[in-house]
């Protein structure tokens, strides 16, 4: 399977714990997404890379929340002292620069904090 | 981002056309429509875009209206599985930054 990955696809934490999740994007592909999605809501962006360098994060991405991807290649999504309002579905998604129409979303990390 | 308005849910039967609405009538010149959808517990999958120009492809076609402020998406014989929610996205085409704005979506039901 070629296409976005994302581990692990779910998660249940307590309250206050930290958290980390991986996306590994299709290989050839020189920007990555992170979004967030609660229920019923369309997913909310929350930073991109091209390649290693993080180009924008949005106001949602809070000092708890820190994103890297440090050899270009595989993302991680690391949220510490997690809260209930954390719970969702974090999606990750990448495209070629000169494709940014066109980008392809992984399955998701649905986390729960409890 | 210019704002889009679609209805929330509609209705349709196997093998017949689909037509799905987008209201965007603040679009400004630079900004392309795009439309994903998103399968039942899948991330979103992108379906097609355009900016001036009716486009088609396997999976659709958009007609956008000559004024550019609303557009459709054709879904031309109904499946199954293409029951989902499709989302209608402007993005500015001169920006670098390319996150994309989701609204809520229309949930397509499909019936046999």
């Known amino acids: 399977d070629t296409g976005v990955s994302q581990d692990p696809r779910h998660k249940i934490t307590k309250r206050g714990q930290n958290v980390t999740f991986r996306c590994d994007p299709i290989s050839e592909h020189n920007r990555l997404y992170w979004y967030r999605q609660t229920l019923g809501q369309g997913p909310e962006f929350l930073t991109y890379f091209q390649n290693e360098a993080q180009l924008e994060k949005s106001r949602l991405l809070s000092d708890r929340f820190s994103a890297e991807r440090p050899k270009g290649s595989f993302s991680t999504l690391e949220i510490q002292r997690t809260e209930q309002g954390d719970s969702a579905m974090y999606l990750c998604a990448s495209s070629l620069r000169d494709r940014v129409y066109e980008q392809y979303f992984g399955p998701g990390t649905r986390l729960t904090v409890t | 981002d210019a704002k889009t308005t679609q209805p929330n849910s509609m209705e349709s039967n196997e093998e017949e056309p689909v037509h799905l609405p987008c209201n965007h009538s603040?679009?400004?010149?630079?900004?392309?429509i795009h439309w994903y959808r998103q399968l039942p517990s899948q991330g979103p999958e992108y379906v097609i875009h355009g900016l001036t120009s009716n486009v088609n492809n396997r999976m659709a076609s958009l007609a956008i209206a000559e004024d550019r402020k609303s557009s459709t998406l054709i879904l031309h014989r109904a499946t199954l599985r293409d029951a989902a929610v499709y989302y209608c996205?402007?993005?500015?085409?001169?920006?670098?930054?390319?996150?994309?704005?989701f609204g809520k979506g229309t949930t397509l039901s499909v019936s046999s």
């Open positions: 996205i402007l993005r500015d085409g001169n920006q670098a930054g390319t996150a994309l704005i």
């Open positions: 603040t679009i400004s010149g630079t900004d392309y």
